[in-house]
């Protein structure tokens, strides 16, 4: 197995990881209201994404990122901080961190050739149920977040830099 395919199984395990954090982070403060099923829609699907890397993390023995309790920590806190801006800011920081995942799975797909088609076809899986998240994020009126797009480009730029420091470390 290429070094190249072990990083992408560890920045993934991390992302998805993160990504669970995110929406448990939104259900600690949303989790009454109205937007709780579709919260927990996400988060369950996260959790199979996150299940599945980390079988991948095993059976294909790639040392996971160190810095997951980080990412445990700052994965629910983005989450809980933006749920307590109300649930637009939510849903807008679920738009903004699909799509930069959509974008991430997408540059893997286009990378990784036939000898790793399983992975790729389990990525293009998952980028699919991504994109449905950003389409729920913009469904319940992500746009209409103040500051929508000050605060997107900063959490973009945030999920940027953990994918960056993830493939590494
Ligand atoms: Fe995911
Ligand atoms: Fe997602």
């Not at 299940?51 to 810095?67: E, G, H, M």
Request: charge should be negative; proline fraction near 3%.
């Amino acid at each position: 197995m290429s070094e190249q395919v072990k990083r992408f199984i560890r920045v993934d395990h991390a992302g998805e990881y993160g990504a669970a954090r995110i929406y448990a982070g939104q259900l600690a403060v949303l989790g009454r209201g109205v937007h709780a099923p579709v919260l927990q829609h996400m988060k369950d699907q996260e959790q199979v994404h996150l299940d599945t890397f980390a079988s991948l993390i095993a059976s294909r023995r790639v040392r996971p990122t160190v810095l997951l309790p980080l990412w445990s920590v700052a994965g629910f806190a983005l989450g809980a901080v933006t749920a307590a801006l109300g649930a637009r800011a939510a849903m807008a920081c679920t738009v903004a961190v699909e799509e930069t995942i959509d974008e991430h799975y997408a540059a893997q797909e286009a990378e990784l050739a036939d000898d790793e088609a399983p992975l790729r076809a389990t990525i293009a899986t998952f980028r699919a149920e991504e994109l449905e998240h950003r389409d729920i994020g913009l469904a319940n009126e992500a746009e209409l977040t103040p500051g929508y797009r000050v605060l997107t480009a900063v959490i973009k730029a945030g999920c940027k830099a953990a994918i960056r420091i993830s493939e590494r470390v």
